[in-house]
């Protein structure tokens, strides 16, 4: 139980540990694997409505920003909003099951946070845990909710 006051303020790599790309690397994901069909994330884009030409401008446009991350060549470029938050959501969310729940030598923060919290569920709302995050993903929240469901 945490029983002080805390907040986290999560921001850049905060789920590296977990198995998720950092802002660089989803970049390169993104930009890489909308070239062609081959990849998974061209077809669930394509599945979904986008044409073939709309993925290869923003691949284009991406590569060659320079820009760090997806969400930073997004703010520059609202064009490619819609396209943008959907290649970010088709490349993370099938690495919530594949890469939270592999379990390793050591244990990551987020068992140890949620370990910290406490085993009782009657009392897991009086928890003095505030969190904030900048991220780009859902894994924490999807790593404690599915902890908390299965314990």
């Known amino acids: 139980m945490i029983n002080k006051k805390t907040l986290l303020i999560l921001g850049a790599g ?9 802002g660089r690397a989803l970049l390169m994901k993104v930009a890489n694997e909308l ?10 884009l394509r599945d979904v409505g986008y044409r073939q030409a709309e993925m290869e401008k ?13 969400d930073a060549f997004l703010e520059k470029r609202p064009d490619f909003l819609d396209i943008g938050k959907a290649a ?11 890469t939270l ?8 923060w ?8 406490g085993d009782q569920s009657d009392r897991f ?5 505030s969190i904030v995050t900048f991220n780009y993903d859902r894994s924490l929240e999807y790593f404690l909710y599915s902890a908390i469901v299965h314990s």
């Open 35 to 44: 070239s062609n069909e081959a990849f998974a994330l061209f077809r669930e």
């Open 101 to 108: 729940f592999e379990r390793g030598e050591q244990a990551t």
């Open 14 to 22: 905060a789920s590296a540990p977990v198995g998720y790309p950092s």
């Open 58 to 70: 923003i691949r284009i446009a991406l590569a060659g920003s320079m820009q760090p991350s997806v």
């Open 110 to 117: 987020y068992e140890y946070l949620f370990n910290r919290l």
């Open 125 to 129: 709302h009086e928890n003095q845990l």
């Open 88 to 98: 970010i959501a088709a490349a993370l969310i099938p690495m919530e099951q594949r």
